[in-house]
């Protein structure tokens, strides 16, 4: 069973940056889309970025384009997905995922990612 664990969260100030590490229990990942979901209170959860690790091909939704950067580090016998988040804003404050699918899909369809991992709490708040 693929395990996923997330980190990096914290509170940060408003205009702040934070970078979000997913760490895969198997050594590689590159036949999967790695996903970041973000849920906040009182929303439904959203998509937020993701990559491939066929061919490295990376997803925004509209509302972060600009300010969040993924990235994959799988050397070493490990793989690890990246959030970088700049310019922080209260509305980015929630529990962010990482996520795996052995899909190709366009856009990131919450249903076809099949490993979850248990999150990590993001506040953004002066």
């Known amino acids: 069973q693929l395990q996923l664990v997330e980190s990096g969260g914290g509170l940060v100030q408003p205009g702040g940056s934070l970078r979000l590490s997913c760490a895969a229990s198997?050594?590689?990942?590159?036949?999967?889309?790695i996903g970041w979901f973000r849920h906040a209170p009182g929303k439904e959860r959203e998509g937020v970025s993701s990559?491939?690790?066929?061919?490295?091909?990376?997803?925004?939704a509209d509302s972060v384009k600009g300010r969040f950067t993924v990235s994959r580090d799988n050397t070493k016998d490990k793989d690890t997905v990246y959030l970088q988040i700049n310019r922080l804003k209260p509305e980015d404050t929630a529990v962010y995922y990482c996520?795996?699918?052995?899909?190709?899909?366009?856009?990131?369809?919450?249903?076809?990612?099949?490993?979850w991992g248990q999150g990590t709490q993001v506040t953004v708040s002066s």
């Open positions: 990559i491939s690790g066929i061919d490295g091909s990376t997803y925004y």
């Open positions: 996520a795996v699918s052995a899909f190709q899909m366009t856009g990131m369809t919450q249903d076809l990612f099949a490993f």
């Open positions: 198997a050594s590689t990942l590159d036949n999967y889309i």
